[in-house]
């Protein structure tokens, strides 16, 4: 109530126009600035990850091979009737 008292008409608008485009030129280059940084810190992270996933892939595939000779050594197989 008291906002109708202090401001007319005219002056509410004009100022609700004004926060609007005030917000509008800050948050357009926060925004871009935000969204070309991830790319850029994605796009070093892809290159250090070659790698990375080489070894991790070298990795799987041991453990993928131990568990086997493991499986076929010492696993005794159990059917699933009862």
Do not use: G, W
């Amino acid at each position: 109530m008291l906002s109708l008292m202090l401001f007319p008409r005219k002056i509410k608008t004009r100022l609700r126009f004004h926060i609007q485009c005030v917000f509008i030129l800050i948050s357009i280059p926060v925004f871009f600035t935000l969204f070309s940084s991830n790319i850029e810190v994605e796009a070093k992270e892809d290159v250090e990850s070659t790698s990375e996933d080489k070894s991790n892939y070298e990795n799987l595939k041991t453990f993928s091979e131990v568990l086997s000779l493991i499986e076929s050594t010492y696993v005794e197989k159990v059917s699933s009737k009862k």
